[in-house]
């Protein structure tokens, strides 16, 4: 079964931020991580974070 990123992992509840780290920004000024908080226990999870293309080479 995959696990659900929105949600927390202690708790099961909607995370209620999702921010990107402003210390891991690239050489393009883009995060590389981003920072997800329980609003319901405080739980803070931080992974990385690849910004996903289409097939025409735009962001998604």
Do not use: H
Not at 4 to 25: A, G, H, Y
Not at 48 to 55: A, D, L, R, S, Y
């Amino acid at each position: 079964m995959l696990e659900d990123i929105t949600k927390c992992p202690r708790c099961n509840t909607q995370f209620v931020t999702i921010e990107p780290v402003i210390s891991s920004l690239d050489e393009n000024g883009e995060a590389t991580k981003m920072e997800y908080v329980c609003g319901k226990c405080g739980y803070r999870k931080i992974e990385e974070w690849k910004p996903k293309e289409n097939n025409k080479g735009k962001l998604l």
